[in-house]
């Protein structure tokens, strides 16, 4: 499999996208001044603990506690022991009756806690007690007593090895997983990533150590570098950036951890915006949209709710020369392995269903229940997949981690308050970035009006007005703010000239349309 990285930085967000033989499969975004959370280790002051919820939540310096279910709880000096009480392959305790879980939290209690999940929906973060420490080739966990192999290593000799490896290392029986990417190398190289986090370790331990809780001890890459660590295996061949600041950055980390790789690594010059070099923003675009078309002209209507996800799988186009049942298997298997595709795409998790066309027998439903999961096989997040009914419908969970696609690129619209969706302030600031690119590669105009909603401006010309001095100097070009409140908040439009002639179309990516 031809795997490649793609990696935008713009002065509103940072975008990374992954290439499977040609094919778009998974889109990462990072606002710029909202770095993500997942992976920051606080040491937090506990708020409250309520049992009749087997739940507590903690203060970590968020606008909102953080949630610690008694599950995510690892430490022994947090459970209280019970003779119905065991414990699991990673050392976390584990009850009968998972239901009434005892834990020795007091409120105004100092704890570690690691953020395994992003804010959402008027939700805080989601947090755990076993904090994991992860690294090119391994990944630490202090608060654990075992040694994990990923279970992508098939070779039992190489597992034998690694895990020896693993042994030699281990200080104070602290827990070690062997990572994917860590089959075939050297002990030194496993020895120098073990190093790196256990020097991680000791200053978060001696930060905490001088500061009061609430406070942030230890934050995670951010979404490009963590990325490259956590992807980078020998099947990618190309990682293409357009930003020197992240080139440096990464070219620093790989030659730390594996120099070997450096050759992989380019730097784009080119004055076209990389993503639609490459094809990329068009097909970032139809994400934004409920439908997704299949090859056979079928189709998916994909609906993010409140309480699911639901997808339906219509026939659309599709002409078929067979009979009706053999019909509806062809587009069935086709739409599975798209649906499983658009997840990835669209980061969609929860509760998931798929309605697709019914099936009359037992064995076909059986295909296209086995060929979702095939492909659901590519997905680093946990699925967990129930077999389609007699009425055509089939129930999964994702894991949830970080925010969905739809919600990373778009905000609530002031108007309907959540009925719709609008582009959110960031990603207009991409798209006007872009537009500038392309207009610049081929025009000299130095002067450009910018017509924009009233709030778009103010955002421009407030407490965002750096970004608007960024995008004048990166693209050397003079901006006039101009408020239009006949546009929308997702629009814009560039006047040029004395007479103040559009020239918005002239850069559309979509011809006749506004941008």
Known sequence: MKKEIFINESMGETRIAIQEDGQLVEVYVEKQDKHRMVGNVYKGKVENVLPGMQAAFVDVGYELNAFLPFSEIGSDEFIVEESNSKRNKNGKHQSHRHDNIEVDLKKGQDIYVQIIKEPFAGKGP?????????????????????IGISKKIWDKFERRRLKKVAQRLRENEMGVIIRTV??????????????????????????????????????DLETASSVVRDLLTPDVEKIIIDSKRLFKKTQKYLEDISPSLLERLELYKLKLPLFESFGIEPE????????????????????????????????GRFVGKKLHEENS????LEAAREVARQLRLRDLSGLIVIDFIDMRYEANRKKVYNELRKELRKDRAKVAVAPITEFGLLEMTRQRIRLSLLDSMSEECPTCHGSGRIISQETLVTRIDHWLRRYKSKHRSLRLQLKLHPDNAKYFNGEKKHILRGLMWQNFVHLKIVEDITLSRGEFKFLKGKKNEDVTNEMSLDKGKTA
């Open 126 to 146: 989601r947090v755990t007690t076993e904090v994991a420490l992860p690294g090119r080739f391994l990944v630490l966990v202090p608060n654990a007593n075992y």
């Open 329 to 332: 298997l062809k587009i069935n």
């Open 284 to 315: 970032i675009e139809k994400l934004m949209r409920p439908k997704a078309w299949l090859k056979s002209g079928a189709y998916l209507i994909i609906e993010k709710t409140e309480a699911m996800v639901v997808v339906d799988v219509n026939s």
């Open 182 to 219: 860590a089959e075939g190398k050297s002990e030194e190289h496993i020895e120098n990533d073990f190093s790196q986090l256990m020097e991680n370790w000791n200053k978060i331990e001696e930060k905490a150590g001088q500061e009061e809780s609430p406070v942030l001890v230890y934050e």
